[in-house]
């Protein structure tokens, strides 16, 4: 990477805000409003900011519940219980805080935060940038290769092709595959019944992909996997579902959002308008430190 070729951190913000939320105890300020996914949400991406000292940066958020994955797949996430009530108020002032601190977010109706992302990897990796997607989310596992690593802050954890095999026992670009078959029970994506992520990761191992394992079906019975034929039975009965799954579980890369590298540069946060934000919401801790910060050294 050249001094011309910047690397661009792109966070999974929505991931960042329910951490915070549910990591903290309830929190409100004498106003009555709750603070605590503010509060985390603040001091994680502050210690980001000191720990990484990014020069090019973007908050993706999701823009709503309603995506085009829940037009194809009505149940999508339909496990998952509304926000909470103390969370939904808190949105706000998060917005309004990535605002102080100078941050790009960006977001858009009828996608989610990871689809985001994965446009503007694709986008910017292709122009030779280096890309750290910072997530503990594996559903963005599919992007890593030798531009694009992960990064974990809730463990510190960077992940990179390796990680990635190591985490479903196939390359970052088969990980869909293996999620079709598996499902995921996060996002309520079915996959096929009764084939788990061991029986997923052995098909895909041997057979690279849903269309070669569905051609291949009457090897299965003399290919040594245990359960063979239970195996091709759930195949057979719930093909539709296994490539559903596996459109749900792609990430989207032709989001139609136009944002230039240019336009992430990190300048630091505006100073003022975080102070009045903290004197507001009674963060005092941060308070503290921010005029620390700018006292001059005695």
Same mark, same amino acid.
């Given at each position: 990477m050249t001094e011309t070729s910047p690397c661009i951190y792109l966070i999974d913000g929505s991931s960042y805000i329910f951490r915070a939320f549910f990591a903290l105890p309830p929190l409100t300020n004498s106003a009555g409003l709750p603070t605590q996914a503010i509060y985390g949400f603040t001091t994680m991406t502050l210690k980001f900011l000191r720990t990484h +000292?990014?020069?090019? %940066?973007? !908050?993706?958020?999701?823009?709503? #519940? /309603?995506?085009? +994955?829940?037009? &194809?797949?009505?149940?999508?996430?339909?496990? +998952? *219980? /509304?926000?909470? *009530?103390?969370? &939904? *108020?808190?949105?706000?002032?998060?917005?309004?805080?990535?605002?102080? %601190?100078? &941050? #790009? !977010?960006l977001e858009m109706e009828g996608f989610e935060a990871d689809d985001i992302i994965a446009t503007l990897t694709k986008r910017f990796a292709a122009r030779g940038l280096s890309i750290v997607i910072v997530s503990g989310d594996k559903d963005l596992m599919q992007l890593v290769d030798e531009k694009v690593k992960l990064l974990d802050t809730a463990k510190e954890k960077w992940i990179e092709v390796d990680g990635v095999k190591e985490k479903f026992g196939v390359a970052p670009e088969k990980v869909t595959e293996v999620m079709g078959l598996m499902g995921d029970a996060i996002d309520n994506i079915p996959g096929v019944k009764g084939i788990g992520e061991k029986t997923a990761i052995a098909l895909i191992q041997r057979y690279g992909?849903?269309?070669? %394992?569905?051609? +291949? %079906?009457?090897e299965l019975e003399n290919s040594g996997l245990k359960g063979a034929s239970r195996i091709r039975k759930a195949l057979v009965e719930n093909k539709d579902k296994a490539f559903l799954s596996r459109e749900l579980a792609t990430v989207r890369t032709d989001v139609p959002i136009e944002v230039e590298p240019e336009a992430l540069h990190y300048t630091g946060p505006q100073k003022e308008k975080l102070r009045e934000l903290f004197t507001e919401l009674e963060f005092n801790q941060l308070l503290k430190a921010l005029v620390a910060e700018n006292s001059p050294s005695t």
């Amino acid at each position: 990477m050249t001094e011309t070729s910047p690397c661009i951190y792109l966070i999974d913000g929505s991931s960042y805000i329910f951490r915070a939320f549910f990591a903290l105890p309830p929190l409100t300020n004498s106003a009555g409003l709750p603070t605590q996914a503010i509060y985390g949400f603040t001091t994680m991406t502050l210690k980001f900011l000191r720990t990484h +000292r990014p020069e090019h %940066l973007a !908050v993706a958020l999701d823009a709503g #519940k /309603e995506t085009f +994955r829940n037009q &194809i797949y009505q149940d999508y996430k339909g496990n +998952r *219980p /509304e926000a909470p *009530p103390d969370l &939904i *108020p808190q949105f706000p002032y998060i917005r309004r805080i990535l605002h102080a %601190l100078n &941050i #790009k !977010v960006l977001e858009m109706e009828g996608f989610e935060a990871d689809d985001i992302i994965a446009t503007l990897t694709k986008r910017f990796a292709a122009r030779g940038l280096s890309i750290v997607i910072v997530s503990g989310d594996k559903d963005l596992m599919q992007l890593v290769d030798e531009k694009v690593k992960l990064l974990d802050t809730a463990k510190e954890k960077w992940i990179e092709v390796d990680g990635v095999k190591e985490k479903f026992g196939v390359a970052p670009e088969k990980v869909t595959e293996v999620m079709g078959l598996m499902g995921d029970a996060i996002d309520n994506i079915p996959g096929v019944k009764g084939i788990g992520e061991k029986t997923a990761i052995a098909l895909i191992q041997r057979y690279g992909s849903l269309e070669n %394992l569905f051609a +291949r %079906l009457d090897e299965l019975e003399n290919s040594g996997l245990k359960g063979a034929s239970r195996i091709r039975k759930a195949l057979v009965e719930n093909k539709d579902k296994a490539f559903l799954s596996r459109e749900l579980a792609t990430v989207r890369t032709d989001v139609p959002i136009e944002v230039e590298p240019e336009a992430l540069h990190y300048t630091g946060p505006q100073k003022e308008k975080l102070r009045e934000l903290f004197t507001e919401l009674e963060f005092n801790q941060l308070l503290k430190a921010l005029v620390a910060e700018n006292s001059p050294s005695t």
